[in-house]
């Protein structure tokens, strides 16, 4: 008699178990996972049928996991992520360890855990996603009467930091990422004021998921907001990613960020996801300088009572 094989079978497979893990956090391909297993099979931990990932994307290094629980994460992770850190550098990753988190029930079990090895939040985020991009839309690089996108170069990279910092009240941009990211992103624009040369805001795009646009970056200069040139820019993005064969685009936006999110519902986008972002240093003397400031704030605080 021929043996049946249960559809809701555990996979053998790290990542394809991982995918089906309760508990997970997976954006890397499996393509580019088995480029990982041949080239830096030290970057994946296994324990059980528990798995971390340390995937260096652009500037940062993404922990990627799948855990059959809060409980097995609690107490699996800290042991599998001192494994992973010596295969880990901070040239690679000049921002650090960024992990994210969508399971916004284990957030108070987990939480702890993150806090303990120095992770911190950074962003509570919204993912937003288009389904399908509209026609037509400018063609021009001209976005606004007196406003021009163009293509960035090398030396802009410091400008762009500063519009990113004076943009965003939690900015960790540096010149160096911004040189970095210009060889790996196929767009990024600088918004440029025709008349005084000045770069006021840049755009930032790429392609994440077959026939999906993402957004990665879009900034203005506090001065120039509430123009509309953001929306401009957000068609004119549009309007790129139907030009390139593609069918829908995503974004992830802050959470506080009142007025972005309403650009981009105007614009058509709906919320599909919710999550956090916390991040560790590389470095091991910055982990100590947060763990002590935590030390610090945690007895000061005890002495109020």
Request: glycine fraction near 6%; charged fraction near 30%.
């Amino acid at each position: 008699m021929k043996q049946l094989r249960r559809l809701d079978a555990v996979p053998k497979d790290p990542y394809r178990r991982a995918l089906k893990s309760p508990l997970r956090f997976i954006s890397i391909s499996e393509d580019a996972f088995r480029a990982l297993e041949r080239d830096h099979p030290d970057r994946i931990i296994i324990e059980g049928d528990s798995l971390l990932i340390g995937w260096a994307d652009l500037y940062v290094v993404s922990l990627e996991y799948g855990f059959r629980d809060s409980d097995a994460f609690v107490q699996h992770f800290p042991a599998m992520l001192q494994r992973l850190l010596p295969a880990l550098d901070t040239e690679s990753a000049p921002m650090g360890l960024r992990l994210r988190l969508t399971d916004a029930p284990s957030r108070p079990f987990i939480e702890p855990a993150l806090s303990a090895l120095a992770f911190d939040v950074t962003r509570d985020w919204l993912r937003m996603t288009l389904g399908k991009l509209p026609s037509g839309g400018p063609r021009s690089d001209e976005v606004a009467p007196g406003f021009a996108l163009r293509a960035a170069r090398v030396d802009d990279a410091e400008e762009i930091a500063k519009l990113d910092s004076a943009a965003f009240a939690m900015s960790l941009l540096t010149a160096e990422i911004v040189q970095e990211r210009m060889d790996q992103e196929p767009v990024l624009k600088i918004l440029e004021d025709s008349a005084s040369g000045r770069a006021v805001g840049f755009l930032n795009l790429r392609v994440e998921r077959p026939g999906e646009g993402y957004v990665s970056d879009m900034a203005l200069h506090p001065d120039y907001q509430r123009r509309g040139l953001g929306e401009a820019m957000m068609r004119w993005a549009l309007a790129w990613f139907r030009r390139q064969g593609l069918e829908s685009a995503a974004l992830t936006v802050s959470t506080d960020n009142g007025p972005a999110i309403a650009l981009y519902r105007k614009l058509g986008f709906e919320p599909t996801e919710k999550g956090l972002d916390y991040r560790r240093p590389l470095d091991e003397d910055e982990v100590r300088q947060v763990l002590e400031k935590r030390l610090t704030t945690y007895i000061t605080g005890r002495r109020r009572y």
